[in-house]
């Protein structure tokens, strides 16, 4: 039983039983999401009704970048599917142990296609604290082991009624969730905050570098909106035209391989994924840490191989392995508008014609680019150089805090730590 299962000694009034019975004695259900016949791509609308897929289920939170829409027929047709706040919603194939609970804001969004919906009903384990014990390594573990399938992972009804499950008193399981809850809190806090401060930054570079509103203004005889005096002293009020459209004067037209370089990163084996002096990027991004540089400032990684490549920054020193490039700037320019100027060139367009989809160096060193004077690129990344402290710092303090978490979680949930005042003053502070 659970009490076997996460080890240490489990206080003795506890129960053990099993999650399909907490659900059944709350009145709840397991239910898989609608089949595919029911729901087909081209029933996804641009507004309506979320539709949470596997790809929107986080670390016990739903990920609402890229969410499909469905429309309120559809919804309704499919009403057994829709989920209320406390329910978990789980990834049914491929990383079957990753879990989310529902919050209130996402009461009546779909359980979608290629998921899985666990109801606990009322009256017998606080949600939070179920969804959090069902997080608990030896548990996510089980769910793995027990998922069927040759290829890949799948889970079913049986499956997940059967997980081991531990249920302290009413009391207990409350406070033991408000403790992780909190960690969990800070953390959501801290990513929606870097959230908005990474729009702001896109916000302004789409502004400055791609519509050229202060230029415009100026051109118009207005003055450019949030802009001092010597920042909107930078900008040219005329444009230069061109067959392939119009730049503004003293722009240069040039192409990737006239200001930078790519340098390939190196093969690593050692990293961490939690804990580490140096971050360790990827193809897709951060992996892992280790206590060595590669690169010794901050810069730009950009994916190598993969279906998948992405652009990404790092603003202190890193290391890159060798399924990446790290690039090598000319003198003069400005790291930030290079890294937001190659988000806006889709990597994945590029592929070398090899078995494993690739970013050819020569490729991108010929993609075109408008260059703006040193001072302008400056000026942007003089701006934006304390959101990226912020979100850095936050980044910082999201990792502790997860290793925090992780670290109690285990030891809360099998009764090994009890939830002391000491402790809650020390989550909360």
Known sequence: MAGD????????????????????????????????????ASDYVQVGVPSIMPTNIGENRIVEDGIVRITEEDANRLAQHRVRAGDIVYSRRGDVEKRSLIREHEEGWLCGTGCLKVRLGTGVVDPLFASLFLGHPAIKDWIVRHAVGATMPNLNTSIMSAVPFALPPPAEQKT???????????????????????????????????DFDPVRAKLDGRKPIGLDKATSALFSAHF????????????TRKRWGDIAT????????????????????????????????LCNSAGIVIGRKGAYRGVHYSPEPFFVIDTAFYLKPQAGLDLKWAYYELVRFDINSMDSGSAIPSTSRDDFYGIPVIVPPPQIQGAFGKIVSGWFATMFANDHQSR?????????????????????SKLKTQISS
């Open 400 to 420: 502790t805090l997860a290793v925090l978490r992780d670290t109690l979680l285990p030891k809360l949930l099998s009764g090994e730590v009890a939830v002391s």
């Open 240 to 251: 230069e035209h061109a067959t392939d459209g119009v730049v503004p004067k003293g722009w």
């Open 5 to 40: 299962l996460i080890n240490g000694e489990i206080p003795e009034h506890w129960e053990f039983t099993t999650l399909g019975d907490v659900c059944q004695r709350g009145g709840g259900n397991i239910q898989t999401g609608p089949f595919g016949s029911q729901l087909h």
């Open 262 to 293: 790519l340098e390939y990163g190196k093969s690593l084996r050692d990293y961490r994924e939690s804990c580490g002096k140096y971050r360790v990027f990827g193809t897709n991004g951060p992996i892992g840490f280790h206590d060595e540089p």
């Open 176 to 210: 033991i969730a408000a403790v992780l809850g909190a960690l969990d809190d800070k953390i959501e806090l801290n990513r929606r905050m870097n959230a908005t401060l990474e729009a702001m930054a896109r916000a302004l570079f789409q502004s400055w570098f791609v």
